[in-house]
C-alpha cells in the first residue's frame, strides 16, 4: 500500500474476527515473532499459539492457534485454527491443551511421534510464558 499502511484480515473457521487497515502487525511466527509494515516482502509462515499485535486498529491484540499467516501486496492474510480477541483469551483452556499435549508425548511412540509431540508442548509452554509476561495486557487488548 502506497501510504505505509497495511491490510489485516484475521480468520478463523467460524468468522472474520479482524479487517482492517493498520499501521503494522506483528504476528507469532513458528520460527519467532515478525512484524509487517507496508511495503513487506512477500512470505508465508506457519503460526505458533501466541498473540497478533496490531498497531493502529480496532482490535490491539488477537489470540491465535495454529494456522498461517501470508504476507503479500500489502495485505496480511491471517487464517488460524483458532482466532480470538485476547479479552476472551481463555488461560484454562490453554492449560488444559498443554495437559493433553503432555500426555501425548509421554504416550508416543517412536522418534518422529515424539518430536512432533514435544513441538507442540514447547509451543504451549512459550505461550503460557507469553501470557505470564503480559499479564493485564491480555485482559485490557494493551
Do not use: W
Not at 500500500?1 to 507469532?28: C, F, H, W, Y
Not at 509462515?45 to 503479500?72: D, I, K, T
Amino acid at each position: 500500500m502506497a501510504d505505509g499502511n497495511v491490510k489485516v484480515e484475521i480468520v478463523s473457521p467460524e468468522r472474520l474476527v479482524l479487517s482492517e487497515t493498520v499501521q503494522s502487525v506483528t504476528i507469532p511466527g513458528q520460527e519467532g515473532n515478525f512484524t509487517v509494515l507496508g511495503e513487506h516482502a512477500p512470505v508465508m509462515s506457519v503460526l505458533r499459539p501466541g498473540f497478533v499485535m496490531v498497531e493502529g486498529g480496532s482490535e490491539n491484540l488477537v489470540f491465535v492457534r495454529g494456522g498461517f499467516a501470508e504476507v503479500s501486496n500489502g495485505t496480511v492474510t491471517i487464517l488460524a485454527e483458532d482466532a480470538r480477541p485476547a479479552k476472551q483469551f481463555n488461560r484454562q483452556e490453554i492449560e488444559e491443551a498443554l495437559a493433553r499435549a503432555q500426555e501425548e508425548m509421554a504416550a508416543a511412540n517412536g522418534s518422529d511421534e515424539t518430536e512432533a509431540a514435544q513441538l507442540v508442548v514447547d509451543s504451549l509452554r512459550n505461550l503460557m510464558t507469553e501470557v505470564e509476561h503480559m499479564g493485564s495486557a491480555i485482559v485490557t487488548g494493551l
